[in-house]
C-alpha cells in the first residue's frame, strides 16, 4: 500500500509545478489539467475500473456497476490555487486509489459499488467560482452562468471546454451522476493546525491519534467580485485634488475587510485584484477586486460583507456575489457510523469550502477526513503532510471503505 502510494505521489509531483516558486499552477481545462487527467484516467484503467465523466468532466472510476446499486465514493480533486500546495485535494484521489489496491491486497471485494471520483476546477482559480464541477451537477451553478465565466485573459469557460474538445452545450446538471452515490467521503489535507496540537494547545506531532480527524461539518463562505471606478491620468502631472483614483478605494476595502471580520468573529480576505490600466505612472481607472469570507455563524459573515460592501460603496463601487455556500453539517449518521470505525479519531470542523460540502447540500450523505497538517498552512507551497500521516490517512479510509462497502450502509 505504502509503495502504490508513494509511486502515484511521485508521478504527480512535477505535474504543473512553478520550478522558481514550488507551487503549484494546475488550472481547470489547460494542458496540465489535461495531463492531470490522463494520469487519472491511466490510474484507474490500470486498476480494471469503469471510468465515465459526468455533464460537469468531472471523473468517476467504478468498481462494480453503480446502475444496479448506489456505490460509496472516495476522491476529491487534483486542481490548484495559483502557486497552491502539493495536497490540496491531490492527497485524496491518490489516497482513493491506493485504497483500492489495499482492498484488493486483503481480499476484500465490496458487496457494493466503490467508485473514486476526481472533481473538476474544485478550486475555481481559473474561472472565480469554486466547486464549479460539484456545483454543475448539482445544479448550484446554471450551465448558462458556467458557460459565460471568463479568466484572467477573457477565455470564457465554454471557449475553454471548446479548446479542450468538449461540447459545451453538454454541460448541466447531472441527476443520473448523482443517484450512483449513495455516500461520498473525502479525504483531505487539514487546512489549518488543529491535529497537530494536543488538547492544551501545545504542539504535539507523535500522537497517533490524531494523525486522521472525522470531519463535521464546514463553515458558511462566499466570494464577491467588487468593481471600484476611477479615471485614468497621468501621474506625474494630475494634481491630487483633481485624482479620481480608484485604488484609494481598494485600500479603504481591503482594511475594512480585516476590521470587520475581527469585529465579527469571521475571517476575510482580499485576495486577487487586477488593476486597470495597470501602469506604473497611470492613476487607475478601475480596480476590481475579489472578496472571500468565512465564519462560524453566517449572520456574521453576512454582516462582515455587509460592512465591506458599504465601504466600498462610498467610492462609488459595484458588487456581486459569485458563490455562497450555507452553514454545512455533513451527514450525523455517516459520521456516526465513521466514529464507531475510528474511534480514536477527534471531530473537526473546517473553514474551507469542499465539495463533499456541495455534495452535502444537494442531500448526498457525506462526510469527510482530515489528514495532519504540522505547519498549519495551506494554499502555499508549505503545505505538508508526513508520509507516516498520508499512510494512516489511506489505513483509515480503507477500514471506511471496508466497513461501508461490506455492510448495508444505510
Not at 490522463?38 to 468517476?60: H, S, V
Not at 490548484?80 to 491506493?98: I, K, N, Q, T
Not at 496540537?197 to 486522521?212: I, N, Q, S, Y
Request: charged share 25%.
Amino acid at each position: 500500500m505504502a509503495t502504490d502510494f508513494t509511486r502515484m505521489w511521485s508521478e504527480l509531483e512535477p505535474v504543473g509545478r512553478d520550478l522558481q516558486t514550488g507551487g503549484y499552477r494546475r488550472f481547470a481545462w489547460t494542458r496540465t489539467d489535461h495531463d492531470l487527467r490522463e494520469w487519472f484516467a491511466g490510474e484507474c484503467r490500470a486498476r480494471g475500473l469503469d471510468l465515465t465523466e459526468d455533464r460537469a468532466g468531472n471523473q468517476w472510476a467504478w468498481w462494480g456497476d453503480p446502475d444496479e446499486q448506489p456505490g460509496i465514493v472516495i476522491g476529491s480533486h487534483l486542481d490548484s490555487v495559483p502557486d497552491g500546495g502539493a495536497f490540496d485535494g491531490p492527497l485524496g484521489v491518490v489516497s482513493a486509489l491506493a485504497v483500492v489496491d489495499a482492498l484488493r491486497t486483503a481480499g476484500v471485494t465490496p458487496d457494493r459499488p466503490l467508485g473514486v471520483v476526481n472533481f473538476v476546477d474544485e478550486e475555481g482559480a481559473r474561472f472565480g467560482v469554486a466547486c464549479a464541477g460539484s456545483r454543475i451537477i448539482t445544479g448550484q451553478l446554471s450551465a448558462d452562468r458556467a458557460r459565460s465565466l471568463s479568466d484572467a485573459d477573457g477565455v470564457t469557460m465554454a471557449e475553454a471546454w471548446r479548446a479542450a474538445g468538449r461540447d459545451p452545450d453538454s454541460m448541466g446538471a447531472d441527476p443520473d451522476a448523482l443517484r450512483r452515490i449513495a455516500a461520498f467521503v473525502e479525504l483531505h489535507v487539514e487546512q489549518g493546525k488543529a491535529l497537530a496540537l494536543a488538547p492544551d494547545g501545545t504542539e504535539d506531532l507523535g500522537d497517533p491519534r490524531r494523525a486522521v480527524a472525522i470531519g463535521t461539518h464546514i463553515w458558511p463562505h462566499g466570494r464577491w467580485r467588487i468593481d471600484i471606478p476611477g479615471e485614468a491620468n497621468h501621474a506625474g502631472t494630475t494634481r491630487l485634488v483633481d485624482r479620481k483614483d480608484a485604488m484609494l478605494g481598494l485600500a479603504a476595502v481591503v482594511q475594512d475587510t480585516r476590521t470587520y471580520a475581527a469585529e465579527l468573529g469571521c475571517v476575510a480576505t482580499v485576495g486577487k485584484v487586477v488593476v486597470e490600466p495597470g501602469g506604473v505612472n497611470a492613476v487607475p481607472s478601475q480596480v476590481t477586486a475579489w472578496l472571500d469570507a468565512r465564519g462560524e455563524d453566517e449572520a456574521a459573515v453576512r454582516a462582515t460583507v455587509a460592512g465591506v460592501v458599504s465601504t466600498a460603496e462610498r467610492f462609488d463601487a459595484t458588487q456581486r456575489e459569485e458563490s455562497w455556500t450555507p452553514p454545512t453539517r455533513f451527514d450525523a449518521g455517516l459520521v456516526t457510523r465513521l466514529s464507531g470505525i475510528l474511534p480514536d479519531a477527534p471531530h473537526l470542523g473546517t473553514g474551507a469550502g469542499h465539495d463533499a460540502g456541495i455534495l452535502a447540500t444537494h442531500g448526498v450523505p457525506t462526510a469527510m477526513l482530515f489528514v495532519r497538517n504540522p505547519t498549519g498552512i495551506s494554499h502555499s507551497p508549505v503545505e505538508h503532510a508526513e508520509p507516516a500521516d498520508c499512510h494512516d490517512g489511506v489505513a483509515a479510509l480503507a477500514a471506511v471503505v471496508t466497513d461501508l462497502c461490506t455492510r448495508d450502509a444505510d
